[in-house]
């Protein structure tokens, strides 16, 4: 595996935390990031999405069937995911989560990250008050 690969089996099975993640999963998982040229942090903000829509024993297949929907809608960055997981409803088959607002599952999302992840969360939100503020 690549060198820059080597933090993803580490937030897959912290995210995943449920089950182990295969040896072939993770290779599925970096084919599929080289050949669609996602961020790697977009890639795991899918992952902590479906985890979040159906629990950490989803399978390879689904989390791969819903990255490749983002990026054919061309969300391929952290904040490109981000922006879309902002303006997507709450699915009609995730009853638990048709209760929460936007603002609590944004948060409950939140929670989910790791500290690194936070903090590129916080940078994106400073940017994005930053440049509307200049506006």
Do not use: H, W
């Amino acid at each position: 595996m690549d060198n820059k690969y080597n933090s993803l089996y580490g937030e897959l099975q912290r995210l995943l935390d449920s089950r182990p993640v295969s040896p072939q999963e993770i290779a599925d998982y970096v084919q599929f990031i080289e050949s669609y040229s996602m961020e790697m942090n977009a890639f795991i903000a899918i992952v902590n999405y479906c985890v979040a829509l159906k629990g950490s024993n989803i399978k390879p297949p689904y989390i791969l069937k819903v990255a490749k929907c983002f990026a054919q809608e061309g969300a391929l960055t952290a904040e490109q995911v981000e922006k879309k997981l902002i303006a997507k409803p709450n699915e009609a088959n995730s009853p638990k989560e048709e209760s929460l607002s936007q603002e609590d599952y944004l948060i409950k999302l939140y929670r989910k990250l790791n500290s690194k992840q936070k903090g590129y969360v916080i940078d994106m939100v400073k940017g994005l008050i930053t440049s509307s503020d200049n506006k």
